[in-house]
Each structure stands twice: as C-alpha cells, then as structure tokens.
C-alpha cells in the first residue's frame, strides 16, 4: 500500500463509484453518512465530525437527537464500515484509492493504493450502468434468498430514530416501545456477533426504537433483549424495564457461520419485534389501562390490529384515533402512513362508490405527504406501494414495494401484502417467494393463507391450494372466501357458509365481487381462472 496521498479529485471519484455501486445504491442511509463525512473532510472539517452533526445533517434526524440515547450513527457506521469492506474485498479490489472509516472515529482516511488494473473489476463496475429492476419471477425469487445471506449489507436505511407516534403529545399517550441489547464484555466473539446483527435488524424496524446498551429506560414501553451465554448456547431474555418482568425467554444456540447468525437475528426479530409480535402484545396488555380514543403508541397498536385481523370495526376506531394524531401534528410522518393504509382497506371495503374514491384520493395525499417527511422509513414506502397499487399505477406501486423491502424484510406485513399483490396480478412466483415462509408460520399468520392458496391454485396446485383453505383462520379475508366460493362453483352447501361470511364481515365486497376484484387489482387473467366459478355459483351482482 503505497505512502502517497491521493488528491482531492482521486477521492471524489472513488466516493462517486462507491455511491453508484449496488450495494450502497441499496443503501441511502450508509451513502447519505459517506458522502457527508468524506466531504465535510475534505473541506478540512473532519476533526469536528460528531454524531450530532452526522444525524442532523446527513441522517435527517430531528434537533433533539440525544447520541446517548440513540444509537443511529453508531449502528449506521457499523454498516457502512461492512459496505466498505465488501467493496474493498469484491468489485473495488482494483481501486487505485480507498475510503477507510476507522472504528472509534467518524473521520474518514484516504489511501492510495495503485494504479487501477484496465478492464478490472472496478472498471467494469464503474462503467456498467445500474441495473434496471427485473420483476421477472426467477430472479425475484432469487433476490429475496440473497437478501437473507446477506442482509447485513443489503439493508439500507435506519429507523432508530422514531417519528412522533400517533397522539404522542397527549399527557397519558404512551411511546412507541424502546429496546436495548445487552450482553456481557467478555461474552463470546459469536454472542457480540450476534448481538450486532440483532442490532442492524431492529434498528429498520417502524415499531421499536433501539437504544444503546447504556441508555437510561425510559418510564413506558423500555425493553432489554439480555444475551447471556452458556457453554454452547446462550439464552435470550426480553425484560420490560418498568418492573424487570421476563416477558420472553429461550435457549439458543451459538450459530456457526455468517449466515446462521443473520438467520438466526433474522427469527429472532421478527418473533419479537414485528408488527404484532412479542413485544407488541406485551405493550399493548399494559396500554389496556389506557381509557378512550386510543393514543400515541396505543393508536398504531389498533391500527396493526386491524391489519391483522381485517376487522371492519377496528378499522373505523384506528381511522379514528390516526385522524385526530394527523391534525394535532402536522409533522407525524407515521400517522399519516398509517392512515393513508387504512384507508386504502376502506376503499376496498366500503360499500359506497363515492366514499371509495375520496378515501383513496386522501390516501393518495396522505402517503405523498408521509414520505416527504420521512423519505428513508419503510412504512412511507409502504404507503407509497399500497395507495400507488389501489390505484392501479403497479409499476410505480412495485418500485416502492421493493424500497420497503429493502428497508424492513424482517415484517410480515409487508412480505404477506406486497406478495399478495405480486400474486394478484398474476406474478406468482415473485409473490410466493414471499409467502410460502409465512404460510409455514403458526396460526396467527393466517391472513396470508388466502394469498398463498391462489398462489397454488394459480400454478395448478389444487390439494396445496385445499389444504391452505382448510387451515384455521384462512377463510377469515375476503381473498380465501371469494377463492373458496370460486371453488365451490354450483355446490350450493359448499358455498352458503363462505359467502354468509363475507356478507357478514365484508359487506361492502359482497356487494359487488366482481367490482371488489377491480379494487383488489386483480390481473385479468387471475379474474378469468375466479370468474367462471364464482358465476356457478351465483354470487356475482348480475348473476343474483
């Protein structure tokens, strides 16, 4: 490695070939920190880079951003050290300079290495424009297993710093939940391992804010993930910090290898910190005590709720309590989010033609509005996707489900509504890739069940599509029941109770199902496999 310092225009245009490659183009947060720290040093400002500058002014943090609280730079230099050796050790090898970010400094070093090798690597990667997003179902599939390899580097953007939950500013209006992870100093190198993988992934989490080990807890809704190793094993204990209860406790084992350690994060996260999962339920038990209109975190709870359970009633309460926080606030990125998702659901519910296109249009705004605010949640994507998708723009909609994806592949919401989407305009694959996992998780995410059976159904697959149907809680959405009443075609007693149960929990659907297929985005050639069956059965509008 040669002594020479490279120029100011050297390192320039390594930071431009860093920033164009694949993996930092996956990642705006890390590109965001690089291209902020490499220049406030080159304009001679490096010795006075902290982390209140970087959070401020290259991670679109608020003015109270609290370092010793928040752990958004540390765990968002933690990446971007990982990104530059990736690059370093694969398409920049040939790099003639390289950008080095020291642990313990957020100032970056120059090096100068060699002369580029002609036709290297680097020259071709540099060179190769970036690749235009293939949807077709192989290499979609194929995306989602890589991903899961690789996470660590292919996550982009950090969600530790919360935007102000649902009625925050309410006197009783609980937070949204806090999580630190601790682990003994001398706990074993795959332990920290782990514990810094877990650390990536909660930190794309909308539902929980990772602290630092030593952050003071706050008074509501504080967690601690304890790691605490055995001789081959280590046990994992989630602890409300109010009380020091053990809300959730397992013994695991130590992981061996890279990927075992980003599975095994990977379950780890989504068990307790998806929407609706360990530590969702706990927070939502202790916020009963809470009288009223839902507040703060308690209003995204019901919200949540709703998506899981599709419920017309708690639809109209989380429409509700989001209306009031999208007033008080009109910075509340995460209210606006969730309550243009809401309303797309009501759009597609509610029986009401009229009704139906405004909900959509506010949606529409809502969801514009969420991501101006905050353009690097994956819930702002997720809005984007969901309103852009009612809307029937599925290209635009499938551009934001991949940003989504990529910020947050650890929730189960996401994955089992985007691969519905996939499904229903007739990319079965791209969405099975997303839902079989989830079809082969316990009984309490049977909203996918539904999506999953047209999956099979669409690829031929009638006793896998059957056996999906038959399984507890899948004929509880309108999908499964317009599938199941497809399927039963002229058997009269096949069909009674499905569409009893549709007119009873989706009237607005029943109504109309040939319209609500429409709504639902239905590919032509998914409604014409539907159609037939659903005439014989003589539940379409024209047909009764």
Not at 158 to 187: F, K, Q, V, Y
Not at 289 to 311: E, H
Request: net charge neutral.
């Amino acid at each position: 490695m040669s002594t020479r310092q490279p120029d100011r225009s050297e390192i320039e245009a390594e930071l431009a070939r860093l920033l164009a490659s694949p993996d930092f183009a996956k990642n705006p947060g890390a590109s965001s920190f690089l291209k902020f720290v490499v220049e406030e040093t080159l304009e001679g400002r490096g010795d006075r880079l902290k982390a209140f500058t970087i959070a401020t002014q290259a991670l679109e943090r608020k003015d109270d951003f609290d370092a010793r609280l928040d752990s958004a730079v540390r765990v968002q230099a933690l990446r971007l050290r990982r990104l530059l050796d990736a690059w370093y050790e694969g398409p920049g090898a040939d790099s003639p300079v390289r950008i080095q970010l020291t642990r313990g400094t957020y100032k970056p070093v120059f090096v100068y290495v060699s002369a580029p090798v002609a036709g290297g690597p680097a020259a071709e990667a540099a060179a190769a424009p970036a690749a235009a997003p293939d949807r077709s179902l192989r290499r979609y599939a194929g995306a989602v297993g890589l991903a899961l390899s690789i996470f660590l580097f292919a996550l982009f953007g950090l969600m530790t710093e919360p935007a102000s939950p649902p009625g925050a500013s309410s006197a009783n209006a609980p937070p949204i939940p806090s999580l630190r992870i601790e682990r003994a100093e001398d706990a074993p190198k795959t332990l920290t391992e782990v514990a810094q993988a877990l650390e990536v992934d909660f930190s794309a989490l909308d539902t929980v804010i990772l602290r630092k080990p030593d952050a003071d807890p706050a008074t509501v809704n504080a967690y601690a993930l304890a790691l605490r190793p055995l001789e081959k094993s280590y046990v994992a204990e989630l602890v409300r910090l109010s009380d020091r209860t053990i809300v959730w406790a397992e013994q695991l084992p130590l992981p061996e290898g890279a990927g075992a350690i980003a599975r095994q994060a990977r379950e780890l996260t989504q068990r307790l910190g998806d929407a609706y999962g360990v530590i969702d339920v706990d927070a939502l038990r202790l916020l009963n005590k809470f009288d009223g209109m839902p507040r703060g975190f308690n209003c995204t709870l019901t919200a949540f709720t709703f998506l899981k359970t599709q419920s017309t009633d708690r639809m109209r309460v989380a429409r509700e309590c989001l209306e009031i926080a999208v007033a008080a606030n009109p910075r509340d990125d995460d209210a606006r989010a969730m309550l243009a998702i809401a309303l797309v659901y009501y759009y597609i519910y509610a029986p009401l033609e009229s009704e139906r296109e405004a909900a959509l249009a506010r949606a529409e705004k809502l969801a514009k509005e969420a991501f101006d605010l905050a353009p690097r949640r994956a819930r702002s994507y997720f809005a984007r996707f969901i309103t852009a998708f009612a809307a029937g723009r599925y290209e635009e909609a499938f551009s934001a489900a991949r940003g989504a994806l990529a910020l947050n592949d650890n929730s189960t919401l996401f994955a089992r509504v985007i691969g519905t989407a996939y499904v229903v305009r007739g990319e079965v694959e791209a969405g099975m890739a997303l839902l079989t996992p989830l079809a082969n998780l316990p009984g309490e995410y049977a909203a996918a069940l539904g999506a999953a059976a047209l999956g099979h159904e669409l690829r031929g697959e009638k006793r896998e599509a059957a056996q999906l149907l038959a399984r507890p809680g899948a004929s509880e959405r309108p999908l499964a029941l317009i599938l199941q009443l497809s399927l039963c075609g002229a058997d009269a007693d096949c069909a009674r109770d499905p569409f009893a149960e549709l007119r009873r929990n989706f009237p607005g659907i029943a109504a109309d199902i040939g319209s609500a297929l429409d709504r639902m985005g239905l590919a032509e050639p998914v409604k014409a496999r539907l159609l037939p069956g659903l005439r014989a059965a003589k539940v379409l509008a024209a047909e009764r």
